[in-house]
């Protein structure tokens, strides 16, 4: 995938970086900050942001070409895993991303980490942190992981591949990542792993569980599960006759005496029963007799009042004024009052209303009959009921003393029975509780057969997935040849002993006439090595398209250690030559940027930057005077400067 960077700009200073395509060159003294743009840069890219003091907190701004879209990605240079960058497309599309750095927070989906695995096409694989254990937990390959393959920093690039040989972690990231790139990690195998992981973590849980349930069960009486099973089918024998003991004393029980006397106590309980039922519904009956009684009383005395009103004041005539005593005249006919001109109400006749008065006076005597008669019956009712009580209290008497004269005579049998029922059953649940531990430990041993069958598949199937490809041992053999091409363009000393140089197939480090990397001793023999060995990858990558490694390579420190005079510097610009010549035959793919402390020793590079201890990185900042640097500085810092 063609990864070019275009621009860099150090936000709220004049510093604006330009990279052309083909080779870049960043030169200046050792304190310029050439170490600290290559931080910029790799911040840019996703890596985790490691940087000089005078660059912590302020904000880059860049543009990516990323195959054939370009990107202007703004991030500020904190190690806030949450801190956001602002990511727009030029043209194209126009898409925008803001983005957290390396931890997704609640409403994101990925992270600028995570985008430029996206828009680079490269995979997204979570493998083992250990990968020789099964168990460990898996982790994710990031961006920075990739990176590796592209960035030589200076503090590594005379003394390791890739620091890696005293970082066991990135050490095994590097493999992850050699394996990815040139299809050894088949991605099937990754879900493959990912299962196995989760077979083996079930696998260790159960064997253990299973070996601590089986050393319990040694240590007691229940070890043996036939003997178990013996003593369980006694044991509901012995339990089967003493209920059989229990129904017979049951039967013993039911004496025809005790039965006639439960059947009459039932009886008694029943006509009480029935009896206290008509005693409420005849109380309730007597209360309501009397409210209409009463009712009936009221009725009668307004019908009283009624008839003395019609006698005494039916006959009354105003002839004088009640106001003003002046006479009243005549006037007005038969059905008009002479005092107010109105007609009266009508009134009933006084013969309807004595014959109303005479229906109330009957009426009041017959509820008065029925109120007597009801609470005749309701005394009958209570005194029936009272009786009836007193036979179910002599009968309940009777029943306790033909009982309790046999249970006095079988107490100590009863008792007997009962408590060897109980201790069958308390024998019976301990046996069924100890078989079951049986029946788990079972269960456990055919589960751990088939986690076993299933770990033994998944590995065979994960080994399968590293050789099933022919293309990756092609691969392979050309990544060797690559890399001692590289070696002899640069004229790299040689050893007599084991002539080739290739890359081990089982560390994946390069090998020099059969001495390995940690076995060179000579720092700028180091530096040669390295530099072609990332150049092989980068020129296997431009010619095998499924190698998805980003066409992007950048040397911090390329001369370091190799020498200036001489047969080294012949070698120097040999190795410079070398570069340049894939840049240019590459130019639309492949950008190359390498950091100098001196100009570089041919034509035909451009210099995107030159720094000096007036013009550092950072615009304005004086030098930090030698020893106050060496002074304060951490390892990171010092790479920096």
């Known amino acids: 995938m063609r990864l070019r960077i275009e621009e860099i700009t150090l936000v709220g200073t004049s510093r604006t970086i330009s990279f052309e395509p083909g080779m870049n060159a960043i030169v200046g003294s050792m304190s310029g900050g050439k170490t600290a ?177 089986e050393r319990i069960l040694q240590t007691t009486a229940f070890a043996s599960r036939a003997q178990l099973e013996v003593e369980r089918r006694e044991t509901e024998a012995a339990l089967a006759q003493a209920r059989q003991a229990d129904i017979h004393l049951t039967g013993e029980l039911t004496d025809p005496a005790t039965v006639v006397l439960r059947e009459q106590i039932a009886e008694a309980e029943a006509e009480i029963a029935r009896v206290a039922s008509a005693a409420e519904s005849e109380a309730a009956s007597v209360t309501n007799l009397r409210e209409l009684h009463g009712q009936l009383i009221a009725q009668s005395r307004r019908l009283t009042r009624a008839l003395v009103a019609e006698r005494l004041l039916n006959d009354f005539e105003f002839h004088t004024c009640p106001r003003c005593g002046s006479d009243v005249p005549h006037r007005g006919d038969e059905d008009t009052c002479r005092l107010c001109l109105q007609t009266p109400p009508h009134v009933p006749s006084p013969s309807s209303l004595a014959a109303e008065q005479d229906r109330v006076i009957e009426q009041v005597t017959e509820t008065e009959q029925l109120i007597e008669r009801s609470t005749r019956r309701l005394e009958q009712l209570r005194a029936a009921h009272a009786n009836h009580a007193r036979i179910r209290a002599d009968l309940g008497a009777q029943l306790d003393r033909a009982t309790a004269t046999y249970i006095t005579d079988q107490a100590e049998r009863i008792r007997s029975v009962a408590a060897q029922q109980a201790r069958l059953e308390e024998h019976i649940a301990r046996i069924d509780d100890a078989l079951a531990l049986h029946d788990r430990l079972a269960g456990q041993a055919e589960r751990v057969a088939e986690l076993e069958r299933e770990q033994e598949d998944l590995n065979s199937k994960i080994d399968a997935t590293r050789h099933s490809n022919p293309a990756v041992g092609e691969r392979l053999r050309k990544l060797d040849d690559a890399f001692e091409a590289a070696l002899r363009s640069f004229d790299a000393p040689r050893f007599d002993n084991q002539p080739g140089s290739y890359i081990n197939k089982k560390t994946y480090l390069p090998v020099v006439d059969g001495r390995a990397f940690a076995d060179l001793q000579s720092q700028g023999v180091e530096v040669l090595v390295n530099v072609a060995h990332v150049l092989a990858h980068q020129h296997l990558a431009l010619h095998e398209p499924d190698i998805p490694l980003p066409n992007l390579l950048i040397i911090d420190g390329i001369s370091s ?77 010092e790479a920096g400067r």
């Open 37 to 213: 743009t290559v931080s910029c840069l790799r911040a840019l890219l996703g890596a985790d942001v490691s940087v000089v003091p005078e660059l912590r907190g302020r904000t880059i701004a860049g543009t990516v070409l990323i195959g054939e879209r370009r990107f202007r990605i703004v991030r500020q240079l904190v190690t806030t895993p949450t801190a956001m960058v602002e990511i727009a497309e030029v043209g194209g599309r126009q898409e925008v991303w803001r983005l957290p750095a390396s931890q997704v927070q609640a409403g994101y989906d990925e992270t600028f980490r995570d985008w430029w695995l996206n828009v680079l096409r490269l995979p997204r694989i979570r493998v083992p942190r250990a990968p020789n254990d099964d168990a460990s937990p898996l982790v994710p390959v990031t961006i920075s992981d990739y990176l590796m393959y592209c960035v030589l920093r200076q503090k590594e690039i005379d003394s390791s591949v890739f620091g890696t040989p005293d970082n066991y972690s990135k050490n095994i990231k590097r493999k992850y990542v050699f394996e990815i790139l040139y299809g050894l990690y088949d991605p099937e195998a990754a879900g493959l792993r990912e299962r196995l992981r989760a077979v083996t973590t079930e696998l260790a849980a159960l064997t253990a569980d299973a070996n601590t349930l």
């Open 561 to 637: 250690n190799v020498g200036h005079e001489g047969v080294d510097l012949e070698r120097l610009r040999k190795m410079y030559a070398s570069l340049l010549s894939a840049a240019i035959e590459h130019v639309d793919r492949l950008q190359i940027i390498v950091t100098d402390n001196d100009s570089p020793p041919i034509d035909g590079i451009h210099r995107a930057l030159e720094l000096s201890d007036t013009d550092r990185l950072v615009p304005g900042l004086d030098p930090m005077p030698n020893h106050a640097a060496d002074a304060h500085a951490t390892p990171e810092e």
